[in-house]
């Protein structure tokens, strides 16, 4: 079982900078992909940017190179650096990861975690 713990999320003026951390603990062997999602109120939870075990990223099209993903796997944490924020921002921001555990038998199983989200808001 794997446990995920979001952090740095806060209060911040449009234009300012937030750096966000998601620790996993627990049986950490496996993990996968990560990925940072968000949802504002009213509205669904939508991906915002993601990391392969190899390091590939992708960002969704709204980053537009303001935020940005990294791993620190010796620490088991993910970051997510946010730069230029906008109000449009404001959301909880939540840490996602999957584990590849190996079955008896060859069989792979896949299993998925959320964090409890670390809410971020931007003033205008």
């Known amino acids: 079982q794997v446990q995920l713990a979001e952090s740095g999320g806060g209060l911040v003026q449009a234009g300012g900078s937030l750096r966000l951390a998601c620790a996993a603990s627990?049986?950490?062997?496996?993990?996968?992909?990560m990925a940072w999602y968000r949802q504002a109120p009213g509205k669904q939870r939508e991906l915002v940017a993601e990391?392969?075990?190899?390091?590939?990223?992708r960002n969704a099209d709204f980053v537009k190179g303001r935020f940005t993903i990294s791993r620190d796997k010796a620490k088991n944490t993910m970051y997510l650096q946010l730069d230029s924020l906008k109000p449009e921002d404001t959301a909880v921001y939540y840490c996602?990861?999957?584990?590849?555990?190996?079955?008896?038998?060859?069989?792979?199983?896949?299993?998925?975690?959320w964090g409890q989200g670390t809410q971020v808001t931007v003033s205008s």
């Open positions: 627990g049986s950490t062997g496996g993990i996968n992909h």
């Open positions: 990391s392969s075990a190899e390091g590939h990223i």
């Open positions: 996602f990861a999957d584990q590849l555990i190996d079955r008896p038998g060859g069989d792979l199983q896949i299993l998925t975690y």
